[in-house]
């Protein structure tokens, strides 16, 4: 039995085909803004504060092993619903909140261990969705490129541990846009550009220190479309840390686009 605390994206639906195909025992703990999963008979709507419920859920069922997937947005702790566990570790949840998304998460982690719940990575049924080092489309960086997926990678080297920065775009050398809260459909808005049009690149690398379990940049055909629409080149993502999305229609996408997809 494995439990899937499943939040936003399309990742955690390909996790849910992988694992219905295998016919591998699972319930969810549905965390999405809109109960993605409510039609699932295995799905339990919960609040991220009530882990008193969410504890006994997987004990009951006999679930020693969760993993995470999809975008899990942080809480309104003034409007959250609480348990009585809730209540006792919220204090550390509301700590952990003023470092980051990536932080929460981590101490959500620490919590489910000290309840004898252990976390597995996020691709543990899905390894396929990463990608190895290599160039996966027609078109590779140019010399302008190369140098701009060198300046990216040093800028989300140098962020903080905790930032929730997994993604920067760079043009000409100069950094346009770095992922805020808004994420990279926010980013890559900001970085549309009408006087270049086939410069600069998407990089979008795991944030320092990153639990690799967990939270792992994710790249799709949305993603490809909107580096199109904002001028880009290509993406770069990092070797067996990120998740990719509908790979055959996004190098079919690239290709056609004249645009590279790169895993450094």
């Keep these: 039995m494995i439990g899937l605390i499943f939040g936003d994206t399309d990742f955690p639906k390909e996790i849910l085909k992988t694992i219905k195909k295998k016919k591998i025992k699972y319930l969810i703990i549905d965390l999405s803004k809109l109960n993605k999963f409510k039609q699932d008979r295995k799905s339990y709507s919960v609040s991220i504060g009530q882990f008193g419920k969410i504890i006994n859920i997987f004990k009951e069922n006999n679930c020693k092993k969760v993993l995470f997937a999809g975008k899990v947005n942080k809480p309104n702790f003034s409007k959250l619903k609480l348990d009585f566990k ?6 550390r949840i509301i700590k952990a909140s ?19 719940i252990k976390t597995e990575s996020s691709l543990k049924f ?6 190895k080092k290599g160039n996966y489309s027609k078109f590779k960086p140019n010399k302008q490129d190369q140098l701009d997926i060198k300046k990216a990678i040093k800028t989300l080297n140098s962020l903080r541990e905790y930032n929730f920065s997994q993604g920067v775009v760079v043009r000409n050398k100069k950094i346009v846009s770095i992922e805020g809260k808004g994420g990279t459909k926010k980013m890559l ?7 270049f049009r086939n410069h600069g ?7 320092k220190k990153q639990d690799l379990r967990i939270d792992l940049p994710t790249i799709g055909l949305k993603t490809l479309k909107q580096s199109k629409t904002a001028g880009l080149n290509g ?4 070797t067996k840390q990120h998740v990719f999305l509908d790979k055959a229609k996004c190098i079919n996408f690239a290709n056609k686009n004249k645009m590279f997809i790169t895993v450094k």
Excluded: T
Excluded at 189 to 195: G, Q, T
Excluded at 235 to 238: E, M
């Design 86 to 91: 809730g209540i006792y570790y919220i204090s």
């Design 98 to 116: 003023k470092l980051g998304d990536a932080a929460i998460l981590k101490e959500i982690i620490k919590i489910l261990a000290q309840n004898k």
């Design 126 to 131: 899905n390894p396929e969705l990463s990608l």
């Design 189 to 195: 808005e900001k970085s549309r550009s009408k006087k």
């Design 201 to 207: 690149v998407l990089v979008k690398f795991p944030k």
């Design 235 to 238: 993406i770069v993502v990092k």
